[in-house]
Antibody, heavy 118, light 106 residues
Framework: QVQLQESGPGLVKPSETLSLTCAVS?????????WGWIRQPPGKGLEWIGS???????YYNPSLKSRVTISVDTSKNQFSLKLSSVTAADTAVYYC???????????WGQGTLVTVSS | DIQMTQSPSTLSASVGDRVTITCRAS??????LAWYQQKPGKAPRLLIY???SLESGVPSRFSGSGSGTEFTLTISSLQPDDFATYYC????????FGQGTKVEIK
């Protein structure tokens, strides 16, 4: 059974870089599929951040592209998100997910709340 | 970006009711559409992909239909476990979600 688990600081200061990791179990990232990050501000809807293939090929939301870096570490079976120059607007629950063959999100992590505040 | 608009935003219904949620895209997305269910404090759960394909383990009372720019999620007989918020997602281009439809107990 595929399982994903996000980890990282729950509090980030404004202008700093948010860093999260998604550990995958039950499936080898090297075997395929894209892997993605999605966020949800408190009480609001979902926003796709970006996705990465095991080869390192990435696909970012243009609205965040200048601040986002997604990377993969196949040796640890995990992938990571970095979001730079954060503001309060980046406060959200961040989810990692496995992308289905065309773009649906079939497996999700439980999510982790990241608050941007000084 | 393609905008996804769901209606209604909130829906009050009773157990046993037939419920329909609509999702409209600002331009054609062909069949690149999925539906999710989200309960408070939980991650979204995939219900349907490719407009009408039921995800494994999802009850058959859930169904999806549509094409082009208009899509629907139908729950044939609402169950207590179905009270939640539902989102559509298009993956035709830059992936975007609808704003959500909250299904409440009437």
């Amino acid at each position: 059974q595929v399982q994903l688990q996000e980890s990282g600081p729950g509090l980030v200061k404004p202008s700093e870089t948010l860093s999260l990791t998604c550990a995958v179990s039950g499936y080898s990232i090297s075997s395929g599929y894209y892997w993605g990050w999605i966020r949800q501000p408190p009480g609001k809807g979902l926003e796709w951040i970006g996705s990465i293939y095991h080869s390192g090929s990435t696909y970012y939301n243009p609205s965040l592209k200048s601040r986002v870096t997604i990377s993969v570490d196949t040796s640890k079976n995990q992938f990571s998100l970095k979001l730079s120059s954060v503001t309060a607007a980046d406060t959200a629950v961040y989810y990692c997910a496995r992308v289905g063959s065309s773009g649906w999100l079939g497996y999700w992590g439980q999510g982790t709340l990241v608050t941007v505040s000084s | 970006d393609i905008q996804m608009t769901q209606s209604p935003s909130t829906l009050s219904a009773s157990v046993g009711d037939r419920v329909t949620i609509t999702c409209r895209a600002s331009q054609s997305i062909s069949g690149w559409l999925a539906w999710y269910q989200q309960k408070p404090g939980k991650a979204p759960r995939l219900l349907i992909y490719q407009v009408s394909s039921l995800e494994s383990g999802v009850p058959s009372r859930f169904s999806g239909s549509g094409s082009g720019t208009e899509f629907t999620l139908t729950i044939s007989s609402l169950q207590p476990d179905d009270f939640a918020t539902y989102y559509c997602q298009q993956y035709s281009s830059v992936w975007t979600f609808g704003q959500g439809t909250k299904v409440e107990i009437k």
